[in-house]
């Protein structure tokens, strides 16, 4: 089977740099992305993966690792609206070419 | 952009009854599309996936008479869930991929249902 696994809870200060592990144990990889997603509403993109290395987008980066099956998404200069959840979902190969198979998700409170 | 509308946003229904949610890629195609439900404070869980013209693919553990898909367009799925029931609450959310693009997904924002 498939198993995305990131921590449940984590909690940062405004101002200061928080990473989100992502693990992962799947079949066919094709790429993983970071959603992120308020209380009540839809996931959206942050960032997309598929070579390792590291990409960086504005205050927020992610990383992969495909030879350890890893990735973690940094956030840098927190702001108290990053409070929110943060999925690692990744993409498999099959008949549809891009299906998301999502990890648990982590929610990220920032602190004043 | 690219924009995903779901209809209704949300909706109350008594035990029993069937429910018809839309999912509309607005300035796109979507040959494929996804449904996926959330419980509270969990992450989302793929239903099925959609594709036009053809049958949806249910993933294990998911009913397909009772969460009836239809993708008669290019820009519309719709998921019917029948003889809704309690635990038939949560958060519906569709996503479509774009037949011009390989990598993202653009999630619709959800349709709260709650059944009595």
């Given amino acids: 089977g498939q198993n995305i696994d990131q921590p449940t809870e984590m909690t940062a200060t405004e101002g200061a740099i928080v990473q989100i592990n992502c693990t992962y144990q799947t079949s066919g990889f094709n790429g993983l992305f970071w959603y992120q997603q308020h209380a009540g509403e839809a996931p959206t993109f942050l960032s997309y993966n598929v070579l390792d290395g590291l990409e960086e987008k504005g205050r927020f980066s992610s990383f992969l690792s495909r030879s350890k099956g890893y990735s973690y998404l940094l956030l840098k200069e927190l702001q108290m609206k990053d409070s929110a959840s943060y999925l690692c979902a990744v993409r498999l190969l099959n008949n549809a070419g891009n299906m998301l198979t999502f990890g648990g998700g982590t929610r990220l409170m920032v602190k004043p | ?116």
């Fill in chain 2, 1 to 116: 952009g690219a924009v995903v509308s779901q209809h209704p946003s949300w909706v109350i229904c008594k035990s029993g009854t069937s429910v018809k949610i839309e999912c509309r890629s607005l300035d796109f195609q979507a040959t494929t599309m996804f449904w996926y439900r959330q419980f509270p404070k969990q992450s989302l869980m793929l239903m099925a996936t959609s594709n036009e013209g053809s049958k949806a693919t249910y993933e294990q553990g998911v009913e397909k008479d009772k969460f009836l898909i239809n993708h008669a367009s290019l820009t519309l799925s719709t998921l019917t869930v029948t003889s809704a029931h309690p635990e038939d609450s949560s958060f519906y959310i569709c996503s479509a991929k774009r037949d011009d693009s390989y990598n993202e997904q653009f999630f619709g924002p959800g349709t709260r249902l709650t059944v009595l």
